[in-house]
DNA sequence: TCTTTTTCGGACCATTTAGTCAAGAATAAA
DNA sequence: TTTATTCTTGACTAAATGGTCCGAAAAAGA
């Protein structure tokens, strides 16, 4: 009984990522918010809540979502290296893509809101950790399947240098339109794991 | 004749630096900005005209000091791996400082405004490739001092990698208050180096 | 058909926004 | 002292802000 949603709910918290991305959370007024999301008002409201409702769903969302897919790739069994290779060319990818890269840059606007929203700073704490100890897990993994040399003692950092390394390229992203740059960072960054 | 202005411009351009770093461009009111300028509202306009305007002023004076200072770095004889290595240790220092740290997240909030202020995204372009081009020639002496391996082929991919990380580390800053993590992320990302 | 739910659009609100104007006090050099 | 510049304060504006309320149309199941 009664009316069912017209719209997809994740279709709309796509959409949100892309417009919080571009402009920015402060940047973003409910104008070109609702113009973007090509929903009422109305319906915002009732459906996700004030604006920062919005924010922080379309934030968790994406995240979730990119963190999921990075775990279930390192957890993978066979060569380590081949699989954060894989997790790395997978988001150089997205960020060439015209179409694709436009949702990524919610990340930026997301961690601007760390100091200001405490519900974001903790998500990404305990976001970080997961995927830093993913990355450790599977280091630990590749050392033990004699992918690594033994110039590598400190899997800890390497495993922060990984997921850190893994935020900053859409930042690089923003700053250059040169698909050639965000290649050239990646092969270097992979350089890190090579002997 | 005539009365002199009582504040330092540098000093209020810095204290610009973080406002604008803290709350970003748009989250910062001109209310908030006046509090942290602690100057009234009208020498504002008169000394540096609209907000934007001493936003992009503010953002400017800071990455020209710290561009100046790498680019200084990279061009003294002698160890081009110690100069890096300084570099990014000096970054990490001023991150680690609960004062110096302040104005250095503006750069955060410029690479936010890159997509809609077309004199801020002129001027990292310009920016970038300057520093691109110092790491360049930084690492082709290195090569020619033997400081590098046979491995490190691909001088221009490193030289972007290194200017790119150097942005990135303030990003990593914003996301963790952990000192170790930050020196973790610079050990690794120097290790790029090592042959 | 009746009921329930959603969508949509416009009106509306109090607040905040960036920016301007004016006037008097302070300060410094001529 | 005179003159020029800056500082400070407060009032003011026009526009934009996020959010709420209302009513009618649309759609789906009972």
């Given at each position: 009984?009664g009316?069912?949603?017209?719209?997809?709910?994740?279709?709309?918290?796509?959409?949100?990522?892309?417009?919080?991305?571009h402009y920015?959370?402060?940047?973003t007024?409910?104008?070109?918010?609702?113009?973007?999301?090509g929903i009422a008002?109305?319906s915002?409201y009732d459906?996700y809540?004030t604006?920062k409702?919005?924010?922080?769903?379309?934030?968790?969302h994406y995240t979730?979502?990119k963190?999921?897919?990075v775990?279930?790739r390192?957890?993978?069994p066979g060569?380590v290296?081949?699989a954060?290779?894989?997790?790395?060319r997978?988001i150089a990818?997205?960020?060439k893509?015209?179409?694709?890269?436009k949702?990524?840059?919610i990340m930026?606007s997301?961690i601007?809101?760390?100091?200001?929203?405490p519900e974001?700073?903790?998500?990404?704490e305990q976001d970080?950790s997961?995927?830093?100890?993913g990355f450790?897990?599977?280091?630990v993994?590749?050392n033990?399947?004699?992918?690594l040399?033994?110039?590598h003692?400190?899997l800890?950092?390497?495993?922060?240098?990984l997921?850190?390394?893994r935020?900053?390229l859409t930042?690089?992203?923003?700053?250059t339109?040169e698909?050639?740059?965000l290649d050239?960072?990646v092969?270097?960054?992979?350089s890190?794991l090579?002997?």
């Open positions: 009984m009316r069912n949603k017209e719209f997809d709910t994740t279709v709309v918290l796509r959409k949100a990522m892309e417009v919080f991305g920015g959370y402060e940047g007024s409910l104008q070109i918010l609702l113009d973007g999301l008002r109305q915002l459906t809540g604006k409702d919005l924010f922080i769903s379309a934030v968790k979730n979502e963190s999921a897919a775990l279930t390192l957890d993978r060569s290296k081949a954060i290779a894989d997790i790395f997978e990818a997205a960020l893509d015209e179409v694709r890269r949702e990524c840059f930026h997301a601007d809101q760390v100091p200001h929203v974001i700073a903790a998500f990404f970080a997961r995927l830093e100890e450790y897990r599977a280091l993994r590749a033990e399947q004699g992918e040399s033994d110039r003692s400190d800890r950092a390497l495993a922060r240098y997921n850190h390394s935020y900053s930042q690089a992203a923003k700053l339109s698909p050639k740059v050239d960072i092969k270097v960054t992979l890190a090579d002997s």
